[in-house]
């Protein structure tokens, strides 16, 4: 049984509260537990934080205790070089997922630091999106 992490940056503590319209009205519990559902016989440490360096530290830490990440960054992904050069640091699979179609949103959120990084992206799902992350990194780790 391996242990995949699933981060979340921030705002996402608003989620189902925060502009509903464009993320939907599960709640940051919801997309927990269907997490851990997709999980099959792996562990989720399912974390939300609005600070850039705890989502690092967490990283870090994923270095020696985690087989995958599956990471929504949230807005630190057109920002972050700090997150992409964490993420650089672990060696297992990386899972980037987005809530919304990002490409049909402002231009600026059309870059993403975290996808060099990346082993697959998947936006535009809703939170469908993280459960399909969840699967992919549980396949790769076997």
Same mark, same amino acid.
């Given at each position: ?5 699933? #981060? ?5 503590? $608003? ?12 709640? #940051?519990?919801? %997309? ?13 440490? +399912? ?7 705890? /989502? ?5 830490? !994923?270095?020696?205790? !985690? ?19 964490? /993420?650089?640091? +672990? ?16 231009? +600026? ?17 809703? %939170?469908?999106?993280?459960? !399909? ?6 396949? $790769?780790?076997?």
């Amino acid at each position: 049984m391996s242990l995949i992490y699933v #981060l979340n940056g921030p705002n996402l503590n $608003l989620l189902g509260k925060r502009q509903p319209e464009i993320y939907g009205h599960d709640t #940051l519990r919801d %997309v927990e537990a269907l997490c851990v559902a997709a999980a099959g016989d792996h562990q989720i440490r +399912f974390l939300q934080s609005n600070w850039e360096g705890q /989502l690092i530290d967490w990283i870090h830490e !994923a270095r020696d205790e !985690a087989a995958a990440i599956v990471i929504n960054p949230a807005a630190l992904t057109h920002t972050s070089v700090a997150v992409l050069d964490a /993420l650089n640091s +672990f060696d297992g699979p990386v899972v980037e997922v987005h809530i919304s179609q990002v490409h049909k949103r402002e231009k +600026f959120r059309h870059h993403s630091f975290v996808s060099l990084r990346a082993d697959a992206v998947i936006a535009g799902m809703g %939170v469908a999106g993280y459960g !399909a992350a969840v699967r992919h990194v549980a396949t $790769l780790i076997g």
